[in-house]
């Protein structure tokens, strides 16, 4: 259902763009969204964007990450700057429409 890439390794001060596929139009899902999860963490919410095109954020990337729908491609994409090493986790899409679905994780490395 949900197909993650664009993880990878950067920089501090860098940017990476995650992207994850749909196999439907992400307009039909009422929520979509980025969670995280650093080693010895818990998951948490990064970014997610409704059906009514509302947006939320994590206080720790406000300003910085920026969630989007491209109806196009069926992707919702996170965009993510000024990178820091706090930003280093496993990151997953997510998706609800009446059940979850959870895209597989992509590994972001922030160091230098």
């Known amino acids: 259902q949900l197909q993650a890439s664009g993880g990878g390794l950067a920089q501090p001060g860098g940017s990476l763009n995650l992207s994850c596929a749909a196999s439907?139009?992400?307009?039909?899902?009422?929520?979509m969204g980025w969670y995280r999860q650093a080693p010895e963490n818990q998951r948490q919410l990064v970014a997610r964007v409704t059906a009514g095109r509302s947006t939320y954020y994590a206080d720790s990337v406000k300003g910085r990450f920026t969630i989007s729908r491209d109806g196009a491609k069926n992707t919702v994409n996170l965009q993510m700057n000024s990178l820091e090493p706090e930003d280093t986790a496993v990151y997953y899409c997510y998706a609800f429409l009446g059940s979850d679905y959870w895209g597989q994780g992509t590994l972001v490395t922030v160091s230098s």
């Open positions: 439907r139009s992400v307009f039909t899902f009422k929520v």
